[in-house]
């Protein structure tokens, strides 16, 4: 690969008018500047971004970190983040921790040796060496739907309390006497915050729990269908679900299908996210509908205050979830024991 010493051989000028040239520094007398612009042609000389950002202490590119980038949901976000930072300017660079540690933080060690303008993180874990790890960076942090305890940074994410209430509350309206839960990991802050409103509008409703009415799934559709089987064995099996993601939700319906169980007529299915799949599943799924290209597209805009704007306090974006009832949900009469 040519470098500037060989443009500047080739067009007969110094290293330095290569330079001015090549970045619009300074200006550069017509023919010197048409003959480095021919070398640079001819040769296929590409400036090195590396040097360039080194000199101007910026690269004019983000980083994004994310749990499991083959999950609809936050594919659907990036495309958000993706888009903001384009029209701007910002290139963007994707890594998937795969919801590992150690791959989490190599890759803020990776990302911090290509000199990020800024990082968006959705984190895999939230102990104190990845607080420290983030507070080492030094540059524009905005996390994603999963805080971290202690660190001063940008935030955005959707009110998952309101978002559990409103799937919980859609299935009593319909007059389902009980509402059973498929929860996702309980380490993670939106699967407890999804379970805390789902326990919430229960509460409100003078609707006590019944024991077994609550699975755990990690948020993939295997682990909702395994949850939806053992929900389904119960003596007294339920006739809503309300499921912390979609995913899941794809898996239980899977799990009723199998069963010979008919969604809704026998049981109702409410997800949460509204990923795209969602729409196209038999039935179509009820389900809470999280912003997801404003969630990027807002954290795009986050990391943009604080680069070009310098600004310096944090800020803490809290989203509105709403419910899109489709034809996974219908009141309990329709069942046919």
């Known amino acids: 690969m040519a470098n500037i010493k060989d443009v ?20 550069v007398k017509e023919e010197s500047r048409k003959r480095v612009e021919e070398a640079v042609r001819e040769l296929g000389y590409v400036p090195s971004g590396v040097a360039r950002s080194l000199k101007h202490n ?3 590119t983000f980083g994004v970190l994310l749990p499991n980038n083959s999950n609809p949901y936050f594919a659907e976000i990036l495309r ?20 590992d540690a150690a791959r989490q933080a190599t890759y803020l060690r990776v990302l911090a040796e290509k000199r990020i303008d800024g990082l968006v993180l959705v984190s895999s874990h939230r102990d104190a060496a990845l607080r ?31 978002g559990g209430m409103l799937a919980t509350q859609h299935l009593l309206d319909l007059g389902h006497p ?12 939106p699967s407890s915050q999804r379970r805390a409103g789902w326990k919430r509008a229960l509460a409100e409703a003078g609707v006590a729990r019944r024991e077994g009415d609550l699975e755990r799934g990690d948020f993939s559709p295997r682990s909702g269908y395994l949850a939806m089987q053992a929900l389904l064995k119960r003596k007294s099996r339920p006739t809503a679900v309300f499921v912390c993601n979609d995913l899941m939700a794809l898996g239980a319906l899977a799990a009723a299908y199998e069963a010979g169980i008919r969604v809704p007529e026998e049981l109702s299915i409410v997800g949460f996210d509204d990923i795209e799949l969602a729409a196209f ?6 389900t809470v509908v999280q912003p997801k290209q404003q969630i990027g597209t807002t954290a795009a805009e986050l990391l943009l205050e604080r680069v070009q704007e310098s600004r310096t306090e944090a800020r803490r974006v809290i989203l509105q979830p709403q419910l899109k009832v489709r034809a996974s949900t219908a009141p309990p009469s329709r069942r046919k024991d």
């Open 80 to 99: 958000g983040v993706e888009d903001r930072c384009f029209a701007a300017g910002y290139n963007v660079i994707l890594c998937n921790s795969n919801e």
């Open 281 to 286: 599943s038999t039935p179509a799924l009820t």
């Open 58 to 60: 910026a690269t004019h």
């Open 132 to 162: 420290e790890a983030l507070s080492e960076l030094k540059i524009p942090l905005v996390l994603l739907d999963r805080e971290v305890a202690g660190l001063a940074c940008d935030l955005v994410e959707v009110d998952h309390v309101a």
């Open 8 to 27: 500047a051989l080739k067009a007969g000028v110094s290293v330095t008018t290569v330079s001015h040239v090549v970045n619009g520094t300074r200006f």
């Open 178 to 189: 009980y509402v059973a839960c498929i929860s996702g990991p309980a380490e993670l802050s």
